[in-house]
């Protein structure tokens, strides 16, 4: 590797670990001015309206996102087009949290006098406690870093790091005082991947009526192996007479059979080549749960129950039903 290229190289580690510096300093800060803005978000009857200018608004636009999505209603104002009309968007029952390193940008000083006329409470993440934002400010969270990532200490880095940082740990510690589920998660993600994994439920993809394979202890290895065929799982149930679930018969069960009983296979039943105690899942279930006990298993199919407490086999899902859904 050329000289250029390995200092390069220590330029970027250089930049992680100032970055990751500066976000491990907050962590001291986290104290009773962090408890007062979460207690004025927590109490808001609206929205958080989060503003900024340059690189802190578009932290404030991620920051908005993550409220949004994790319970919290949020959207982004951008502070230049609020002061053409946009602040009208701005409701008494809202809280403003501002972002602003300097706590000078003009664009936002320029909406406070609003902010106060509309009496909406008014959370500053600066890196200048004693700036006008942080003067004017309800709740101050403070955001400074030793210096930037940038050799030059001019470019925004480690400062935009430090406020997406303070802003995480606001949207984590309100989903957590929400009590946020996995299913209100779901609700808010019904796109792609994510929102299928959230939200497709076994029901939604599992075989049912005729599409099920099952025989009877009694059934004989060429009824075992025409219903196997028929039914295109790899796999039988073998229920009882009450209609209970005793055992499976897999293209394993059935290859060992074979090679065990040779001419005798004709006779051999299900009973006989099962095995016992098959894994299940609920109907109810997310599907990537049952993705989950396939690959803890080493299975490709699950029988599935009515609920968790029944024994009643509804259906039976297919780990090829997983992947034509496009859970993974």
Not at 79 to 95: F, K, L
Request: with cysteine; aromatic share 4%; glycine share 8%.
């Amino acid at each position: 590797m050329s000289p250029i290229k390995r200092r390069l190289l220590e330029v970027a580690r250089r930049t992680i670990r100032a970055e990751a510096e500066a976000v491990a300093d907050l962590e001291k800060r986290i104290g009773a001015a962090f408890g007062r803005a979460l207690e004025a978000m927590l109490q808001c009857r609206g929205k958080v309206v989060v503003t900024g200018m340059g690189k802190s608004g578009l932290v404030g636009q991620k920051i908005a996102s993550t409220l949004a999505s994790t319970g919290t209603s949020a959207f982004f104002l951008h502070s230049a087009e609020a002061a053409h009309g946009d602040v009208g968007m701005v409701r008494p029952e809202d809280v403003v949290l501002a972002l602003s390193y300097s706590g000078e940008t003009r664009e936002l000083l320029d909406l406070l006098p609003t902010f106060k006329l509309i009496k909406v409470p008014l959370i500053a993440i600066t890196g200048n406690t004693d700036s006008t934002l942080a003067k004017r400010a309800d709740v101050v969270l403070d955001a400074q870093v030793a210096r930037e990532a940038c050799p030059l200490n001019l470019a925004p880095t480690s400062s935009t790091t430090a406020a997406l940082a303070l802003g995480d740990a606001l949207a984590v510690a309100l989903l957590e005082a929400r009590g946020f589920k996995e299913q209100d998660f779901a609700t808010l993600h019904p796109g792609g991947a994510l929102g299928k994994r959230l939200l497709l439920k076994v029901s939604d993809l599992m075989r049912t009526g005729d599409e099920l394979p099952r025989v009877g202890p009694d059934a004989k290895g060429t009824d075992v192996l025409m219903e196997m065929s028929a039914k295109r799982l790899g796999i039988t149930g073998v229920f009882d007479e009450r209609g209970r679930l005793i055992g499976c018969v897999s293209d394993g069960d059935l290859r060992r059979g074979l090679q065990r009983l040779a001419d005798k296979f004709i006779d051999t039943t299900a009973a006989q080549m099962m095995t016992k105690g098959p894994k299940t899942i609920e109907a109810d279930a997310l599907a990537a749960r049952a993705l989950r006990t396939m690959e803890d298993n080493n299975i490709t199919v699950l029988f599935v129950t009515a609920s968790p407490r029944s024994t009643k086999i509804v259906g039976a899902l297919h780990l090829h039903d997983i992947l034509k859904a496009g859970l993974i």
